[in-house]
């Protein structure tokens, strides 16, 4: 079978912007705080096109009102498996490259590392697992949203680390909304961290803990992560992540 040219082209571009930035760079980053920004990922035109998918229905499984379940305020829309190329050749770019500190993290923490070499092998196993609904999200923020600080885990099968891409210009399109990380400290108070998420530049962030070194070696660091009020104009975000959802 042959693949489809805008596929091809859409994996490339994504393969060369993700294998740009400094991995080792990143790793360390997030190994100190949980947190680390990319490099850019989407051009504004490319942020454009991907924001303006927010008003085809078709395009996604259900839609959430944050409000209504007190997750904050504004509103988040998953997507169906079929996601558009772009987004699923991000996705796919990110994965290899996490998969290394997925795995550094989970010899630490002395936790099984069931992550195969391919995503379409371990998205399989998320679906035997009975976690078989997209889990990858556009969210809208208009003045006076937020988003309440939270953990996406969906069920036992879980990767730890995402990506959430800025799709607005900060500053220009609206101001607030900065992107929240709390780590809860063992035997201390808890600490905060925020990015501004410079339009089509990512944050890996991660999904639960990260690893934390004690005096007796490696210990959880359980994490949450938010939104800010927006103060003005409309924010527009991807959430890429790794396992789905029950």
Known sequence: ???????????????RQVDAADWDALATELDTYGGALTPQLLTPAQCAEIAALYEKEELFRTTIDMARYRFGSGQYRYFHHDLPKPIAALRAAFY???LTIARDWAARLGRPAPWPDTLEEWLAMCHDAGQDRSAQILLRYEAGDWNALHRDVFGDMLFPLQVVIGLDAHGTDYTGGEFLLVEQRPRAQSRGTTHVLAQGHGLIFTTRDRPVATKRGWSAGAMRHGVSTV??????ALGL????AA
Not at 241 to 244: I, L, T
């Open 241 to 244: 992540v790794f396992h789905d």
């Open 1 to 15: 079978m042959t693949t489809a040219p805008g596929v091809t082209d859409a994996t490339a571009q994504a393969t």
């Open 231 to 236: 103060r003005s104009g409309r924010r527009h």
């Open 96 to 98: 290899p490259r996490l």
